[in-house]
């Protein structure tokens, strides 16, 4: 799945998608009935007002656990799409964007006939789903021919501390990309356990050999590395990009925490085209 603040292109049948055939997911809603018994004009005002007011409480507290959860009800909600069981063909260059990698970090050959262009954010959980359950063996699979970018979207209204976590990330790349994808993966694996906070990573980066901790808070409380964040959020809006994780392979875009099969069925095609 995938975090969001505006409705994202979803698909939830059976059926393969390519990424410019995707149709927006259904948004659940759920209205209760409240049934008042008339006494006097004054009791049914009193109890409107009564109800009016437990249901703005209940409301407030399941829109705050959805938020919490990652479904955002009052935005939008984005899903994992199936797993398609029979391959659409991707149509060369439709629904197809060009997307910079800018001068972010990445991994593999610079020159890999696939790139991957990630928009995450380090506090989404559907981040770490990714993470722990695709990542490491999408890059196995397609080693030498992936090239892997990392482009930071924290959602600040859902998440306190991925902007800080995103500015400490790329204050390690100022060390060398090494230092960058190691605090990256401390970031990630330690998310759940201990929280991505600037003390958790201070605690992180100890642990990370020839990363100058000293050098690391200095750039970090320095602020120095905002204006990078803010220029990924700028290109990721300017692509319609509206929840986390969401990728693009070559440009075709990707939304959610996809299991292998999702990015296989597209990388495959790429490659069997070059």
């Not at 703005?56 to 959860?69: C, D, E, H």
């Not at 996809?258 to 070059?274: E, G, H, N, R, Y």
Request: aromatic content about 10%; some cysteine.
């Amino acid at each position: 799945m995938s975090e969001s603040f505006a409705d994202e292109n979803i698909s939830n049948s059976s059926e393969p998608t390519a990424i410019n055939d995707m149709t927006p997911g259904a948004e659940p809603a759920h209205d209760e009935d409240v049934i008042v018994i008339q006494r006097s004009r004054f009791v049914v005002a009193v109890a409107g007002l009564t109800g009016f007011l437990i249901g703005l409480g209940v409301g407030y507290f399941t829109f705050s656990y959805a938020f919490n959860r990652g479904f955002a009800l009052a935005r939008g909600v984005a899903g994992v799409q199936s797993v398609p069981s029979v391959q659409r063909q991707i149509q060369p260059n439709q629904g197809r964007i060009d997307v910079s990698v800018d001068d972010n970090p990445y991994i593999g050959p610079k020159n890999a006939p696939v790139t991957i262009v990630e928009f995450s954010d380090f506090q989404c959980p559907f981040c770490v789903d990714f993470y722990e359950k695709t990542y490491r063996p999408l890059m196995q699979k397609y080693d030498g021919k992936v090239r892997f970018v990392y482009r930071d979207f924290p959602l600040n209204e859902l998440h306190s501390d991925a902007e800080k976590a995103a500015e400490a990330a790329n204050c390690a790349l100022q060390q060398g990309p090494d230092k960058y994808w190691a605090l990256h993966d401390a970031i990630f694996k330690n998310q759940r356990i201990t929280g991505i906070g600037l003390a958790a990573i201070a605690t992180m980066a100890k642990t990370i050999s020839g990363l100058d901790t000293v050098k690391l808070d200095e750039c970090i409380k320095s602020g120095k590395m905002a204006d990078e964040i803010s220029k990924d959020v700028q290109d990721a809006n300017s692509y319609g990009v509206t929840g986390t994780p969401t990728f693009f392979i070559n440009g075709y875009r990707l939304v959610g925490a996809q299991p292998l099969a999702s990015f296989s069925s597209i990388i495959d095609q790429l490659l069997a085209a070059k």
